[in-house]
């Protein structure tokens, strides 16, 4: 069977916030409508039909078990665009624009969105097992009195709202507390750390300063720019951050790693013909992808390293080396995890410990994030991949021509990487 190209002809976001800042209002839906309304007016999309729509967020309220279907539901797209929600924690967004590419590929379908949202200011707080029992059984109760005495049993301290950590289950560290026994294993300084901090901030400020943001970003609720970029940012300042994870000899600080973040973003994917019928300019392809997961219990400095293998299993399919790209977008979720990345993917020795045939090649560090990456714009976990891939596209439509490689890690030890060519 003949497979289809996949292309990625348009996208939209919302700026990024840091939580409880611009967003601390609004929930899922209501950031993700404002992206999808954006990219609905921008490619006029209003009343199409379009094959499906599917993304996520990583953290949902139980009424949000349908919200990529709720949503589609509120823009104005034909209401017969079919939905579903993904979900792979940091990987949701680019996970997604796989699910509507293979589809593409597969002529299932012409086109689709792919899209994730965070509404890190919105998320539910978990009640202790003592409440929640209480509440069950009074909500059996048919008197007040009894519905009365049930909620009387949970003690002082049950009815305390648990708020969201963000920690691994198998391990009970959150992933800074993972990502510092990375930093000290593989032996990434602080230096080089805030030295890469430094130049996503200076990247991502160059980039608004010349407009390059200026079609591809949808001003949401009073918002018009990530409000996570330090414009004043200085290798002096962030040296006096003091460690986050680790406070005696920890290296990471909330200036080498990504806060938690509100925030939305969609990518319009298509056939050819579809977008050639539509006058939709094609910005660049999916050519490769691939997922791969890794143990990190045991070895919990690999938390965040599965895209290692990832990228050896796609380039392998796509008989190219990590030095034949003109772009590279990997995502910054802390420094020293994109460092530690870098440094297995390059270094032969290390490679091969890790469990590589060989060394994969090396980066050109003047095409890593070159319009900035998450330490800037900041990290809404399931919006991540939308912003990347869009911002990769728009690199080698500008470009002409050319290839571009994208790595994402995710929680859970896993990660996923991707091939773009124009």
């Given at each position: ?24 209002e ?15 007016d921008r ?63 597969l ?9 994730g949202v ?46 969201y ?12 507390e ?37 079609d ?43 806060p938690?973040?509100?925030?939305a ?6 056939s ?14 999916i ?88 330490l ?37 030890g ?9």
């Amino acid at each position: 069977m003949e497979t289809k190209k996949v292309a990625i002809v348009g996208y939209n976001r919302i700026p990024f916030a840091r939580m409880n800042t611009a967003y601390s209002e609004q929930g899922n839906q209501n950031l993700l409508l404002a992206s999808l309304n954006g990219l609905i007016d921008r490619y006029h999309l209003k009343g199409k039909r379009l094959g499906e729509v599917a993304g996520g967020a990583v953290i949902k309220h139980i009424s949000e078990s349908n919200l990529i279907r709720e949503t589609v539901m509120n823009t104005t797209l034909d209401p017969a665009t079919p939905a579903c929600d993904l979900q792979q924690a940091c990987d949701t967004g680019i996970e997604a624009a796989i699910y509507i590419g293979n589809k593409i590929a597969l002529g299932q379908i012409e086109c689709g969105i792919a899209c994730g949202v965070e509404a890190m200011s919105n998320i539910p707080f978990e009640s202790s097992p003592r409440l929640r029992k209480a509440l069950l059984k009074a909500n059996k109760e048919k008197s007040a009195f009894g519905k009365l005495k049930q909620l009387l049993n949970p003690k002082l301290k049950d009815w305390m709202p648990i708020p969201y950590k963000g920690q691994e289950p198998q391990t009970g560290l959150v992933m800074g507390e993972h990502t510092e026994i990375t930093a000290k294993y593989y032996k990434i300084s602080r230096e080089e750390q805030d030295e890469l901090a430094l130049k996503s901030h200076q990247n991502m400020a160059k980039a608004y300063d010349e407009g390059f943001f200026d079609d591809m970003i949808t001003p949401a609720f009073g918002l018009d720019k990530d409000n996570n970029l330090r414009r004043d940012s200085s290798i002096e300042k962030l040296s006096q951050l003091r460690p986050a994870f680790d406070k005696q000899n920890g290296t990471l600080t909330a200036g080498n790693s990504t806060p938690f973040t509100d925030g939305a973003s969609a990518v319009l994917l298509a056939s050819e013909e579809w977008a050639k019928a539509n006058n939709l300019p094609i910005l660049a392809y999916i050519s490769f992808s691939e997922l791969a997961g890794i143990e990190y219990v045991e070895n919990k400095q690999d938390l965040l390293l599965a895209p290692v293998f990832a990228a050896e299993r796609m380039l392998k399919k796509a008989g190219m080396n990590l030095s034949d790209f003109d772009y590279y977008e990997i995502h910054e979720a802390f420094a020293a995890q994109v460092l530690a990345t870098i440094k297995i993917w390059e270094n032969e020795e290390l490679a091969k410990k890790f469990g590589l045939e060989k060394a994969l090649g090396k980066i050109d560090r003047s095409k890593l994030n070159v319009k900035g990456g998450s330490l800037a714009a900041a990290h809404p976990f399931a919006a991540t991949g939308g912003r990347i891939i869009a911002t990769l596209a728009k690199l080698l439509d500008e470009k002409g021509n050319g290839k571009g490689f994208i790595s994402i890690c995710a929680a859970r030890g896993q990660g996923v990487t991707m091939i773009l060519e124009k």
